[in-house]
């Protein structure tokens, strides 16, 4: 297992969690659009972490035990069925926020949808199908499933890592990932690879703090933290001490 390896992994899954996500956000928007309710968002957010988090933590134990290459951490049903319940609490809780901004988004949209309607005279049919046409856009659907399939894949990853690291005892590191995206990739996101940190410690991006790619640390400026999030597809990896004195002695601390 190698670190060009783990980006092609993540490549893969990302698109797998594409895909997923914009058929489920989608037909949430859409249902949305017919009759407005703030819990089908909640809902299809959890329904979303549920299918990709488990993935995305199994997929990372691998990876580090690969590094490793010991079995000394048997993943079990158990640690799948912790993660599962663990998954719902952590949506409602650390994306209330986030998914707020989402619906008030909708509610406007339909608000500015409904005046033009009226003021164009459309009758009921043509101001649904604008309605459902507008709200439920597949490059809305597409943007909110890429945003959020970075933040559950890499929240999935570092669930992983603080488990192995919990169970094992060894110290870990992590190391940001670009995506890989050769059409407009962000600088600062390539120039973050291969410069490994405590897994405790945050990514510092142009000023914007991360515990992984995808999950700014909270309470810092909206628009700054935006511009590194939206359409990302970075992820992190984590690696034992003894891979980053082997690979990233200069890193070591």
């Not at 459309?122 to 970075?150: C, H, M, V, Y």
């Amino acid at each position: 297992m190698n670190l060009s390896q783990i980006r092609r992994e993540n490549l893969k899954a990302n698109k797998r969690y594409e895909r997923f996500g914009q058929n489920l956000f989608r037909k949430t928007l859409k249902a949305q659009a017919d009759f407005f309710d703030e819990r089908l968002m909640i809902d299809a957010y959890v329904e979303f972490y549920q299918k990709v988090f488990p993935d995305a933590a199994r997929r990372g134990y691998f990876q580090i035990r690969a590094m490793e290459r010991t079995k000394d951490f048997a993943m079990s049903e158990l640690f799948l069925n912790t993660w599962k319940a663990w998954i719902g609490v952590w949506v409602r809780e650390n994306l209330a926020d986030q998914i707020q901004n989402v619906n008030d988004n909708t509610r406007n949209q339909i608000k500015d949808i409904l005046a033009n309607a009226t003021e164009q005279g459309l009758n009921p049919f043509q101001t649904q199908k604008l309605l459902t046409d507008t709200i439920g856009s597949k490059a809305r659907a597409r943007a909110i499933a890429i945003t959020e399939g970075t933040r559950a894949n890499n929240m999935g990853l570092k669930r992983s890592g603080d488990d192995y690291e919990t169970v094992t005892g060894l110290t870990l590191y992590k190391i940001w990932i670009h995506s890989g995206a050769t059409k407009e990739p962000r600088i600062s996101h390539v120039f973050a690879q291969n410069k490994p940190i405590l897994k405790s410690q945050n990514f510092d991006i142009e000023g914007v703090r991360f515990d992984v790619p995808g999950n700014p640390v909270r309470g810092q400026d909206n628009k700054s933290v935006a511009k590194q999030v939206i359409n990302c597809g970075c992820a992190v990896s984590y690696v034992s001490e003894g891979f980053v004195r082997k690979r990233f002695p200069e890193y070591l601390q």
